[in-house]
């Protein structure tokens, strides 16, 4: 089993920057990569931005929305994986969830594909 625990996160004014980080504990060795999905107000739990765990090549995936604004990067050796969010808009507030996929093949993208999932940490960005 994997333990993902989050912390950052907090209140930011439209344009500015804040970072999550996402502790893995447990048979992390297991998985092979990390997402932070979020879900706004309201809305439906959505895929933000992935990290494979390959020490050499790590390869990065981001949802549309926040590609050149956001940054998925990993320690592999403390295990943590980090979002750096940049030039933050309004339509970013939402609960962030750390999230690891199931152990084989795996959809990126797709929810149901995780089955390990952090708390949440909640990011407001007030305009």
């Known amino acids: 089993q994997v333990q993902l625990v989050e912390s950052g996160g907090g209140l930011v004014q439209a344009g500015g920057s804040l970072s999550l980080s996402c502790a893995a504990s447990?048979?992390?060795?297991?998985?092979?990569?990390m997402a932070w999905f979020r879900q706004p107000p309201g809305k439906e739990r959505e895929f933000v931005a992935a990290i494979t765990w390959s020490t050499w090549s790590p390869r990065t995936y981001y949802a549309d929305s926040v590609k050149g604004r956001f940054t998925i990067s990993r320690d592999s050796a403390k295990s943590t994986v980090y979002l750096q969010m940049n030039s933050l808009k309004p339509e970013d507030t939402a609960v962030y969830y750390c999230?690891?996929?199931?152990?084989?093949?795996?959809?990126?993208?797709?929810?149901?594909?995780?089955?390990?999932w952090g708390q949440g940490t909640q990011v407001t960005v007030s305009s």
């Open positions: 447990g048979r992390t060795f297991s998985r092979n990569a």
């Open positions: 999230a690891a996929p199931k152990v084989g093949n795996y959809n990126t993208g797709r929810i149901s594909d995780y089955d390990a």
